[in-house]
């Protein structure tokens, strides 16, 4: 597991389980500073933590205040499908 505490948080959300949406800008500013800033995505049953790795964009998946596992994807839409997927949509 990544430790957060060596990248800075970004203000805004990159993505939420609420409506299903998310932020392009964010998510561009993720992909142009790989490993040096996260921002966060709210879900019902989870909070993640997304950054890029220079390859993907990786979500730390919380669950009940722990970390349970981290999920890549190339895109923040694919990324969405597989937590939502394993940690639920709404």
């Not at 964010?26 to 709210?42: E, G, N, R």
Request: proline share 2%.
């Amino acid at each position: 597991m990544v430790d957060l505490d060596t990248m800075q948080q970004l203000s805004s959300r990159v993505a939420t389980n609420f409506d299903r949406t998310y932020k392009e800008d964010v998510a561009k500013t993720l992909k142009t500073q790989p490993c040096k800033v996260y921002a966060q995505y709210s879900g019902w049953n989870f909070c993640g933590y997304v950054w890029h790795n220079g390859q993907n964009f990786v979500c730390q998946v919380w669950v009940f205040g722990s970390p349970c596992e981290e999920i890549e994807a190339e895109d923040i839409e694919d990324l969405m499908k597989k937590v939502s997927e394993e940690y639920g949509s709404a």
